[in-house]
C-alpha cells in the first residue's frame, strides 16, 4: 500500500519541493488547496516541476474546520504536512487578523481535523525563526526563548506552541520544524531574495535601472527549500515527534547577499542600488542564526547548498525566466 500525505500550502515554494520528493519516495499526495477562480495560475509551481498532474487536489480552507475533517476522513492520511499561511512578514501588518486567522487558528483546525479523523497520522508544523525575533541568544536553538517582532511572528508562535499542545494532551506525533529562511528559483517574488535575483536579472537584461530595496543591514540564516522539504520529513520518520532548528548555521547581511548576485552577472551592486525607507518595517527582526546541531545529530539532516550556490542558482533561472518570455 502506497503511503498518503496530505500537504496544505501545495502551491507554495515548500509544498512544491516536499510534494516532488514525496512522489518520488512513492507516496500519493493530496493537496488541500482553498477555492480559486484561477488555480490555473496558482499550480504554477508545481506545473514547473513537472508534478501538476501528479498531485490529488482537495477543496478546502484553514479558517474552514469542516472542509479539513472531511479532506482527512477522506484520505486518511499517514502524514499531514501544514505549510498554509500569510508568510509574508510585512504583510502581516497590513492584515493583522487574517494572519492570526490562518497562520496561528488554521493550525488548530488542522490539528483538530487529524485529532478527529485521523489521530494516528503523523503531523508536521511550519514553524518559522520569525518566533526568535528580537534574539535572546546569539545562536538560536530549540531551547532559546522567543520573542515575536511581528503579527506574523506571534500568529506562528501560538501554531508552535498548540502543535507542542496537542502533542503532549493527547499523545500525537506532531513535531514542529523551526526552519530559518529558505530561498529557491520558486521564491515568491516579495521575499527579498528573489526580489534581488530577479531585479539583477532585469537590469542585466536592460529591462530595469534600478533595485529598492529596505533595510540591507539585516541579517538573515538563508538555506535552499530543496534541502529543508527534506528535513520535513525526517521529523516525521522519527519514532518520537519532537521540534527541530532548520538552519545553516551561517548569517549574512542582505547587502552581501544581494552583493553575490550583481556579481555573478558582472555587475556592481552600487551603480543600481538604492534604500526606499517605505520599505522598512515597523520592528525589524535584525538578526537570525540558527543552530541546527540537533537536527545534524538526531536527523541527521545537513544543508546541501551555499548561498552562493542558491543564489546563483536563482539569478540564472531568472535570466532563464526573462529571455523565454
Ligand atoms: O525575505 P524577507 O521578506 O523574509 P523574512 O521577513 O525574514 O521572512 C521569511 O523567513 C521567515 C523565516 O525566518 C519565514 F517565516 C517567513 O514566512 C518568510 O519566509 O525579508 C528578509 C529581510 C528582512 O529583514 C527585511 O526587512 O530582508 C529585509 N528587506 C530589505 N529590503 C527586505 C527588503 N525584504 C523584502 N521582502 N523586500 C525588501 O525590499
Redesign the pocket.
Known amino acids: 500500500m502506497k503511503r498518503k500525505a496530505i500537504v496544505t500550502g501545495i502551491t507554495g515554494q515548500d509544498g512544491a519541493y516536499l510534494s516532488k520528493f514525496l512522489l518520488e519516495k512513492g507516496y500519493e499526495v493530496y493537496g488541500v488547496v482553498r477555492r480559486s477562480s484561477h488555480f490555473g495560475v496558482a499550480d504554477h509551481r508545481l506545473r514547473w516541476l513537472g508534478i501538476n498532474n501528479d498531485i490529488n487536489v482537495i477543496d478546502g480552507n484553514l479558517s474552514d474546520l469542516s472542509s479539513l475533517i472531511r479532506a482527512v476522513a477522506q484520505v486518511k492520511p499517514d502524514e499531514v504536512y501544514n505549510l498554509a499561511?500569510q508568510?509574508?512578514?510585512?504583510s502581516s501588518w497590513q492584515q493583522p487578523v487574517l494572519t492570526a486567522n490562518i497562520t496561528a487558528v488554521g493550525v488548530a483546525n488542522m490539528l483538530e481535523a487529524v485529532r478527529i479523523a485521523a489521530p494516528e497520522a503523523r503531523f508536521y508544523q511550519?514553524?518559522?525563526?520569525?518566533?526568535?525575533g528580537k534574539i535572546q541568544e546569539a545562536a538560536q536553538s530549540e531551547t532559546t526563548p522567543f520573542y515575536p517582532r511581528?503579527p506574523?511572528?506571534v500568529a506562528?508562535l501560538y501554531g508552535h506552541w498548540i502543535t507542542v499542545n496537542y502533542r503532549e494532551s493527547f499523545n500525537m506525533h506532531a513535531s514542529s520544524g523551526i526552519?530559518?529562511?529558505?530561498?529557491s528559483p520558486l521564491?515568491g517574488i516579495?521575499?527579498?531574495?528573489?526580489?534581488v535575483t530577479d531585479a539583477v536579472a532585469r537590469i542585466k537584461l536592460g529591462l530595469a535601472m534600478e533595485l529598492?530595496?529596505?533595510?540591507?543591514d539585516?541579517?538573515?540564516?538563508w538555506g535552499h527549500a530543496k534541502d529543508y522539504v527534506v528535513a520535513m520529513w525526517m521529523m516525521l520518520q522519527q519514532d518520537q515527534a519532537d521540534d527541530y532548528v532548520i538552519a545553516t548555521g551561517r548569517t549574512t547581511t542582505?547587502r552581501d547577499m544581494c552583493r553575490i548576485a550583481f556579481t555573478h552577472v558582472g555587475l556592481t551592486m552600487d551603480d543600481y542600488l538604492s534604500i526606499?525607507p517605505n520599505?522598512?518595517?515597523p520592528a525589524?527582526?535584525?538578526i537570525?542564526l540558527g543552530n541546527p546541531e540537533k537536527a545534524r545529530k538526531t536527523l541527521g539532516w545537513e544543508p546541501s547548498t551555499t548561498l552562493e550556490e542558491m543564489i546563483t542558482e536563482m539569478v540564472d533561472a531568472d535570466l532563464a525566466r526573462l529571455t523565454a518570455k
Open positions: 499561511a508568510s509574508f512578514v510585512a511550519a514553524s518559522s525563526s520569525e518566533m526568535f511581528s506574523y511572528a506562528k526552519l530559518f529562511n529558505h530561498e521564491r516579495e521575499f527579498v531574495t528573489r526580489k529598492k530595496l529596505g533595510n540591507i539585516a541579517k538573515r540564516d542582505v526606499d520599505l522598512f518595517r525589524e527582526v535584525d537570525l
